[in-house]
């Protein structure tokens, strides 16, 4: 029986009303009353569909480069918050959103930490973010990742401010109390090797034989830079080649080369393309994803609510939430999620209607 329960009587209730303000105090609280919310039929997540417009975002980021500088800041971000979610940072119940800027000759000083974290550019051109002293130079729409415990410092040395989103897995991390975080003494880490090093060796499907040069990267997480300018080409090729997908539209998902597992533990990524006109189909998915529109023009239909979509705009797509993109002109979309770190744990379902 619950407190809503006809079947108990006044007094019944009377009793149990001082049975539990006799619990409280020693930390104990009776299952009966909470049961149906805390083991759900179906996810119903506190978190909403919501948009973030870039150019009002942009705004009040640029604003914020007026009165504090990246270093006094450690990272100049605006925290995208989910209203659902107040006052937890999150976008997600697992996942944070924010957009960073950096101005030209600043440095966001060098630091790890147990999060993981991916950035996905959104304008600027050049600047870079070093891991572990190796610089990835990054142009609009790279996917840059800073993987768990290695050293990362950001610099721009160009003319023009650079922006981009960083997602990261901040609640996940905090619902385990597993936070460790460090400043490197110096504001950036040593050059260990030139900018994209990396990016030859695991980038285009090779890595280097054993017993050849000693390797700098972590051999089950090699590759940090994805380039708009090698995934943007794929997409292309794959919507003249392949029949489309009639819930994702022709998609791609950026993978580790190492394993072709996810890009990170606890974060998988991917990009898709939908023809001008398509109505993807209706499709529900346990991992609320963060979408990007990197190109084109759209609504994202949710129930009755319906979202315009343009470019550079930020949407998030709460889990179990039935959703479906029409595209006017053909669009481009990034989008990240935990779907990692949920298929790990024997978690993920989805429903494609
Ligand atoms: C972080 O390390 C970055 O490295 C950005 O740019 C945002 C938010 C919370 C914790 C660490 C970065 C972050 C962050």
Same mark, same amino acid.
């Given at each position: 029986?619950?407190?809503?329960?006809?079947?108990?009587?006044?007094?019944?209730?009377?009793?149990?009303?001082?049975?539990?303000?006799?619990?409280?105090?020693?930390?104990?609280?009776?299952?009966?009353?909470?049961?149906?919310?805390?083991?759900?039929?179906?996810?119903?997540?506190?978190?909403?569909?919501?948009?973030?417009?870039?150019?009002?975002?942009?705004?009040?980021?640029?604003?914020?480069?007026?009165?504090?500088?990246?270093?006094?800041?450690?990272?100049?971000?605006?925290?995208?918050?989910?209203?659902?979610?107040?006052?937890?940072?999150?976008?997600?119940?697992?996942?944070?959103?924010?957009?960073?800027?950096?101005?030209?000759?600043? !440095?966001? %000083?060098?630091?790890? #930490?147990?999060?993981?974290? =991916?950035?996905?550019?959104?304008? +600027? *051109?050049?600047?870079? &973010?070093?891991?572990?002293?190796?610089?990835?130079?990054?142009?609009?729409?790279?996917?840059?990742?800073?993987?768990?415990?290695?050293?990362?410092?950001?610099?721009?040395?160009?003319?023009?401010?650079?922006?981009?989103?960083?997602?990261?897995?901040?609640?996940?991390?905090?619902?385990?109390?597993?936070?460790?975080?460090?400043?490197?003494?110096?504001?950036?880490?040593?050059?260990?090797?030139?900018?994209?090093?990396?990016?030859?060796?695991?980038?285009?499907?090779?890595?280097?034989?054993?017993?050849?040069?000693?390797?700098?990267?972590?051999?089950?997480?090699?590759?940090?830079?994805?380039?708009?300018?090698?995934?943007?080409?794929?997409?292309?090729?794959?919507?003249?080649?392949?029949? !489309?997908? %009639?819930?994702?539209? #022709?998609?791609?998902?950026? =993978?580790?080369?190492?394993?072709? +597992? *996810?890009?990170?533990? &606890?974060?998988?990524?991917?990009?898709?393309?939908?023809?001008?006109?398509?109505?993807?189909?209706?499709?529900?998915?346990?991992?609320?994803?963060?979408?990007?529109?990197?190109?084109?023009?759209?609504?994202?239909?949710?129930?009755?609510?319906?979202?315009?979509?343009?470019?550079?705009?930020?949407?998030?797509?709460?889990?179990?939430?039935?959703?479906?993109?029409?595209?006017?002109?053909?669009?481009?979309?990034?989008?990240?999620?935990?779907?990692?770190?949920?298929?790990?744990?024997?978690?993920?379902?989805?429903?494609?209607?």
């Amino acid at each position: 029986m619950t407190a809503a329960d006809p079947s108990g009587s006044n007094e019944q209730r009377a009793q149990l009303e001082s049975l539990y303000a006799a619990m409280a105090p020693k930390g104990l609280l009776p299952l009966w009353e909470s049961l149906h919310s805390l083991v759900l039929a179906e996810p119903a997540s506190p978190s909403r569909p919501w948009r973030w417009r870039y150019a009002e975002v942009r705004d009040l980021l640029l604003r914020a480069g007026d009165i504090i500088s990246a270093e006094q800041a450690e990272r100049r971000v605006l925290i995208m918050e989910n209203p659902g979610l107040p006052g937890l940072s999150a976008i997600t119940p697992s996942l944070y959103a924010g957009l960073q800027l950096i101005l030209p000759g600043e !440095i966001a %000083p060098c630091h790890r #930490h147990t999060q993981n974290a =991916l950035r996905f550019v959104m304008e +600027g *051109s050049g600047a870079f &973010t070093a891991l572990d002293g190796e610089k990835a130079i990054m142009q609009p729409f790279d996917l840059v990742l800073t993987p768990a415990g290695q050293w990362h410092d950001h610099g721009n040395e160009t003319s023009e401010p650079m922006i981009w989103l960083d997602g990261l897995d901040i609640p996940t991390v905090r619902l385990f109390d597993a936070s460790f975080a460090e400043r490197l003494g110096a504001v950036a880490h040593p050059q260990t090797v030139p900018p994209g090093d990396t990016l030859a060796r695991y980038g285009r499907n090779l890595r280097p034989m054993k017993g050849t040069a000693a390797d700098r990267r972590p051999a089950a997480r090699p590759l940090f830079h994805y380039r708009h300018a090698d995934w943007r080409p794929s997409l292309e090729a794959m919507a003249r080649t392949a029949d !489309i997908d %009639p819930h994702f539209g #022709h998609a791609l998902e950026f =993978l580790n080369p190492a394993d072709g +597992g *996810s890009i990170l533990s &606890t974060i998988s990524a991917h990009v898709r393309l939908l023809p001008a006109g398509f109505e993807s189909r209706r499709r529900q998915a346990t991992d609320g994803t963060v979408f990007v529109v990197v190109e084109g023009e759209g609504t994202l239909l949710l129930g009755d609510d319906e979202i315009k979509l343009e470019p550079r705009d930020v949407v998030v797509v709460p889990s179990w939430v039935a959703h479906r993109f029409q595209a006017r002109t053909q669009m481009i979309l990034f989008g990240y999620s935990d779907k990692a770190a949920q298929t790990k744990l024997d978690l993920y379902r989805e429903c494609n209607h």
